[in-house]
C-alpha cells in the first residue's frame, strides 16, 4: 500500500505555505493510489516548541481539505504519532546502531567542537567530527558511566560512493567522505531528524519519502541508517523549494509564509491548493484551473520539475478571482457571511453581493467595497467642499424622483448633468464619494437604489 506522509515541527505559527504545497503531493501521490496520509508531528526541538503550533497546524491542513488518515488527533495503528511520546523507542534503535558499530558514543565539550570547525574552515575544509571518540570507546563510555554528558553520531563509512534514486532527480551520487559523523541522539535524550524519520518512516511503513529537496542532502545519511538496520528502502522524491518571483527563497521576512494567513485574507482553499499544485507541475491538457479531484487523477510524481517554482501572490490572486466568479451567487453570498463571522445584514449580502462578484479576487475585498452599504462614509478621498453647489442640485433633482430605482436614477442624474453642463465623469465622481466616501465603488445607480432614497438624501444633506 502507498503510504505518504508529512512530518511538520510545531515551531511556527502554523504550517508554511511550502510546507502545504509538500502535504498537498503527498496527500494527492496517497489517493491517486488508494493509499493513505499520514501526518506525524516531530516535536523533538523541545527548545523552539511554540504552544498551540500542532493544533493550528493540524486545523489548518483540514481547512483547506487535505484530509489526512492517520495522525496524533485521530490516532492510528503505528502511533504514537508525537516524537517526544516515542523516545524509548528511538533509544533502542540508537543502542542497536552501537552494538552494529554503525554508530558510537561521544563526550566532546561544545568548545572541543568548536575549536575542531575553526580550524577547519581555515584549513577550507568541509567542517565535520573527526571521529576523535570513535579511537577511543572503552575510555568514552567510562567518562559516560560517571555521570557526563554524551551524544550518539553516526558512524560514517570512509569512501564510499552513496547513490539512490529520486523519482522526480533521477539517480543521485554521494561520496560518503562528504558526510559528517551526524549527532543521532542528542544529550537530552531526545533523537534529531535524522534517527528518528529513519525508524519513524520504517515502522509506520511509509512507501513514498516526498519531502522538499532542503533534505536531499541527509537522504545518504539516511539510506546509511536504513541498510545498517537491515531495512528495505521506500521511494524518495525531493519536491522543489518554492521561490518568489525574484528567485529568493520564501521567507517570512518578505512574505506571508503561513498558510492560514491566505485563508484569513479571503483566499479559497481550493484556489490556494490549485495555484499549489502548478507549481513545478502542468496539467496534461495545459489547464490552470482544475479540481483536487482532476489533479488527482492525473498527477504523476515524475512530471515534477526539480527548478524551484515562483510563488507569485499577484498570480494567485487572479487565480482566486477566477474561483470566487465561477461561484453559484448562493454559495458566494455564504462564504462572504461566513468569512465575516455572520456578523453582516444578510439582507444586505444577499442585495450587494452581485454587484461585486465579478470585481473581487478574494473575499477580504466585500468590505473594501462595500462598507458604505453597512456604515456611513466618514471620510471622502476628494474634497467635496467646493462642490455644494452641485450637490445641493444633486439632492433636489433626487427628491423629486418618486420611482426609486437604478435606471430612473441614472435617467435623473444625467438629465442633471446636461443641464449644468458638468462632464459625467466628474459629475458622477463627486457622487459616488459622497455615497460611498471612496472613488471605486459597485455600479453607483444600483448601489443607490439598494441604500434606498432616504439614506441618499441624508448622505447628501450632511454634505450641505
Known amino acids: 500500500m502507498v503510504r505518504t506522509r508529512i512530518a511538520p515541527s510545531p515551531t511556527g505559527e502554523d504550517i508554511h505555505i511550502g510546507n502545504l504545497y509538500t502535504a498537498l503531493i503527498n496527500w ?3 489517493k491517486k493510489h488508494k493509499g493513505k496520509f499520514i501526518i506525524r508531528i516531530e516535536d523533538t526541538d523541545q527548545e523552539r516548541l511554540v504552544k ?24 492510528g495503528q503505528y502511533g504514537s504519532y508525537r516524537q517526544s511520546e516515542r523516545l524509548s523507542v528511538y533509544k533502542k534503535y540508537a543502542d542497536e546502531l552501537i552494538k552494529k ?45 560517571k555521570g557526563k554528558s554524551y551524544v550518539v553520531r553516526l558512524n560514517v563509512p570512509n569512501n564510499r560512493e552513496i547513490k539512490f534514486n529520486d523519482l522526480i532527480r533521477g539517480e543521485i551520487k554521494i561520496m560518503s567522505d562528504n558526510l559528517d559523523d551526524q549527532v543521532l541522539m542528542k544529550s537530552d535524550g531526545f533523537p534529531t531528524y535524522h534517527l528518528a524519520v529513519v525508524v519513524d518512516d520504517y515502522l509506520m511503513k511509509i512507501s513514498h519519502i516526498i519531502r522538499a529537496e532542503e533534505w536531499l542532502s541527509s537522504t545518504p545519511k539516511h539510506i546509511l541508517l536504513f541498510e545498517a538496520f ?3 528502502l521506500p521511494i524518495f522524491a525531493h519536491v522543489p523549494i518554492l521561490r518568489n518571483p525574484d528567485r529568493s527563497k520564501l521567507s517570512k521576512r518578505k512574505n506571508p509564509v503561513w498558510a492560514s494567513w491566505y485563508l ?7 484556489a490556494v491548493l490549485n495555484y499549489l499544485a502548478l507549481m513545478g507541475w502542468s496539467h496534461p491538457e495545459q489547464k490552470e484551473i482544475f479540481s483536487l479531484d482532476e489533479f488527482v487523477k492525473v498527477f504523476d510524481l515524475k512530471d515534477i520539475k526539480s527548478s524551484g517554482p515562483a510563488f507569485d501572490i499577484v498570480k494567485l490572486e487572479w487565480m482566486n478571482g477566477q474561483y470566487i466568479r465561477k461561484l453559484p451567487i448562493s454559495n458566494f453570498q455564504l462564504l462572504i457571511n461566513n468569512f465575516y ?17 465579478e470585481r473581487m ?25 467646493g462642490k455644494k453647489d452641485l450637490l445641493k442640485k444633486m439632492h433636489e433633482s433626487l427628491s423629486k424622483v418618486v420611482d426609486w430605482k437604478a435606471d430612473e436614477i441614472g435617467k435623473t442624474m444625467q438629465d442633471l448633468t446636461k443641464k449644468e ?6 459629475f458622477f465622481m463627486i457622487l459616488r464619494v459622497a455615497m460611498a466616501g471612496k472613488k471605486i465603488s459597485p455600479p453607483l445607480n444600483d448601489s443607490m437604489e439598494i441604500l434606498g432614497k432616504e439614506e441618499c438624501l441624508t448622505r447628501l444633506k450632511k454634505l450641505l
Open 101 to 145: 558499530k554503525a554508530a558510537y558514543y561521544c563526550t566532546c565539550t561544545k568548545e572541543r567542537l568548536a575549536e575542531l570547525r575553526a580550524a577547519q574552515q581555515k584549513q577550507k575544509q568541509i567542517p565535520k567530527y573527526d571521529k576523535h571518540c570513535l579511537t577511543k570507546q572503552k575510555e568514552v563510555k567510562e567518562e559516560i558511566k
Open 361 to 385: 479576487k478574494k473575499l477580504s475585498d466585500y468590505m473594501f467595497l462595500c462598507e458604505f452599504f453597512f456604515n456611513k462614509p466618514e471620510g471622502y478621498e476628494i474634497d467635496l467642499s
Open 230 to 232: 537491515g531495512w528495505d
Open 264 to 270: 484569513k485574507q479571503g483566499y479559497l482553499p481550493e
Open 421 to 426: 453642463e458638468v462632464k459625467a465623469g466628474e
Open 52 to 75: 498551540g503550533s500542532e493544533e493550528k497546524i493540524l486545523q489548518t491542513i483540514k481547512e483547506y481539505g487535505l484530509n489526512y488518515d492517520e495522525s496524533t488527533d485521530i490516532g
Open 28 to 30: 494527492a501521490w496517497a
Open 341 to 357: 463571522g455572520n456578523k453582516l445584514d444578510r439582507d444586505l449580502i444577499a442585495k450587494t453581493s452581485s454587484l461585486v462578484q
